[in-house]
């Protein structure tokens, strides 16, 4: 199933609508609205897949891997792939129009088959090709997790090396006065978060990586 497959069953007023960007047409003419019930449909599908593939994470995680999934450079990306560019009448073509022409198809075709829309999302935007891993927020959970202890972490940068445009940084955790873990990133954020990460690993409490995610929802 693929966007091309959501085209093809639209009757062509709702096709060239779904492919009309509201800058050349009017307002009841474009897309917009198209978009908004595309953009539900995606997200709540999407929150399905998340939701029953991955039962043993909790709302913040949840709702990373959905944003993640559905990120408009991934619609766009989607969109490109398929050539949905050259059919878009628009005065700019960009990675936020695309994206948001996807959005109108799904939004479109939903209304003339749902199930079709159901099985292309799932196809498409499939959890189990998400990297969970690197969708935690680290330094949150050793938090929570140093919170029940009656401790905090501290974080303090230990190098930062590269050119001006592309920096590294090395940045140490501490708890209760003592250096526990250190990370690496291209910005502060990322290398705290590496820090986090590693000292998780070391106290025990890091999540064990499952093997495969799979998802069963209904249409």
Known sequence: MTIRDLIDVLPQPLRQRSLTHP?????????????FLGDSVLNSRVAELVFHGYPELLEGDLTRIRAHLVRKSFLASVGRGEGIEEEIESTVINDSVIADTVEAIIGAAYLIDKDLVYRTIDRIFNPAEV??????????????TLQAEGLRPIYRVKAKHGPPHRPHFTSAVGVDGREVASGEGGSIKE????AARAALEILGVRPVPRAGVEVHVGA
Do not use: C, F
């Open 131 to 144: 990297d969970t891993d690197e969708l935690r927020d680290w330094k949150t959970l050793l938090q929570e």
């Open 23 to 35: 800058s050349v047409a009017d307002a009841y003419d474009s897309n917009g609205r198209l978009e």
């Open 191 to 194: 290398s705290e978060q590496a």
